[in-house]
């Protein structure tokens, strides 16, 4: 049986002005998003299938995390994104963020079950998808917004505001619930070194000291676009 649930929302678009960037800020996705974000308390819990920072993205949700934010990001790890590019670019922030007390979980590509459809993460060869962020377990946003430079200065993007307690908490229980069973958890060990802990079973956590990957191809590939000056178009 469905369940419908009549909740305050409103629809968030880029004005078509901003593909030729006459768009006054405050009007686009970005402007009219970024008070709620920076207005988080307790969580911002944040899924997005391209996720690259910059400089500006790691002061954001560094700077919420030090002020007691509990802040959590969902991405594509290398084997599951499908644009290495991004993933590449993605990486160069991962160290800053994690510095800053901001969890980083890396989407495995071999874990595709039917709980990743509850998630709303069902999607071609075990990539993520989902662009969609959780604030205080009230505020719910899903939409075509990826936390990267494209989706806040190019393209013109749109999403659904959702004001609801009882939805933003559901979504973010069954967010923290499932990270464990579908993503490795990005961490730092002592001396500074990446660490990906992948969770197999109640009883078994496999660390991986290096980044877990299936191709070398794909591995260097994404290292040489890490070294193009692209991050800006990405």
Do not use: C
């Not at 730092?188 to 070398?216: F, Q």
Request: charged share 25%; no cysteine; net charge negative.
């Amino acid at each position: 049986e469905t369940r419908l649930d009549w909740v305050p929302a409103r629809v968030i678009a880029d004005p078509v002005e901003k593909s030729s960037r006459r768009a006054r800020s405050s009007d686009t996705v970005t402007g009219q998003i970024l008070p709620y974000i920076t207005g988080a308390r307790e969580e911002l819990f944040v899924s997005s299938a391209y996720f690259v920072p910059l400089r500006q993205g790691v002061d954001l949700l560094g700077g919420l995390a030090e002020r007691g934010v509990e802040v959590t990001v969902l991405t594509n790890s290398m084997d599951s994104t499908d644009v290495l590019s991004v993933y590449g670019h993605y990486a160069l922030w991962r160290n800053a963020l994690l510095r800053r007390d901001v969890a980083l979980w890396e989407l495995r590509a071999d874990s595709a079950r039917p709980d990743r459809d509850r998630l709303g993460l069902g999607a071609s060869q075990s990539s993520l998808h989902t662009k969609a962020f959780a604030i205080d377990r009230r505020h719910l946003f899903v939409g075509s917004f990826n936390w990267d430079p494209r989706s806040v200065w190019i393209n013109t993007e749109m999403g659904i505001l959702i004001d609801s307690p009882a939805l933003a908490t559901e979504a973010t229980e069954l967010f923290s619930k499932t990270l464990v069973e579908n993503a490795y958890r990005v961490t730092l060990n002592d001396e500074g070194d990446l660490l990906w802990e992948e969770r197999r079973d109640a009883r078994t956590l496999v660390l991986h000291r290096g980044e877990p990957i299936d191709s070398h191809w794909r591995a260097l590939m994404s290292r040489l676009y890490a070294l193009l000056p692209i991050g800006g178009q990405l």
